[in-house]
């Protein structure tokens, strides 16, 4: 008379449907995690917006003419690209910090163009003026213009871009 031996522990069958279920589950790892990470890293992306952008050298900027310096940024938010052009002026003043207005008009954020005979920023949307200095002569902006944190390194100068 034969007498099958069985594993106190575990039979055959049981041992491969382990081992196929392991195997199954490592294989399934090994091709949706990165799929997964590709459709979800977006979201978790540095987001543009928060930088410190260079105008180029300072030296390049005359003394008491509010110079303009346009430059676009492409933002990557999820997986929506999007440009922005942006325009600030340049104020060097001799014996003072640099100044750097942004050229969006604190009222209803038309941009403003320097106009050297009133020697302030015009904007033509409502006929406001602000001074060379970016505070409210006329018209109905609420609050003088917007400045950049600004900061020098090797001769170049960078504003801080932050964005909401
Ligand atoms: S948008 Fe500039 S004055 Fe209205």
């Not at 003088?144 to 964005?163: A, N, S, V």
Request: charged letters at 20%.
């Amino acid at each position: 008379m034969s007498r099958k031996y069985r594993s106190p522990v575990m039979d055959r069958r049981s041992f491969v449907k382990i081992v196929t279920s392991a195997l199954g589950s490592l294989m399934a790892a090994v091709v949706g995690l990165p799929v997964i990470q590709y459709f979800i890293s977006p979201a978790f992306g540095k987001e543009a917006g928060d930088d410190w952008i260079s105008l180029g050298t300072l030296e390049d900027y005359p003394f008491n003419t509010p110079t303009l310096f346009n430059f676009t940024l492409t933002k990557i938010n999820g997986w929506e690209r999007s440009s922005q052009s942006y325009g600030v002026f340049v104020l060097r003043e001799e014996g003072k910090e640099v100044v750097v207005f942004s050229d969006v008009c604190t009222h209803l954020s038309c941009r403003v163009n320097w106009n050297p005979e009133k020697e302030g920023y015009f904007c033509p949307c409502h006929a406001a003026l602000f001074d060379k200095h970016g505070n409210v002569l006329s018209g109905p902006p609420p609050r003088p213009m917007d400045r950049y944190e600004t900061k020098l390194d090797g001769g170049q100068l960078f504003i801080h871009l932050r964005e909401g």
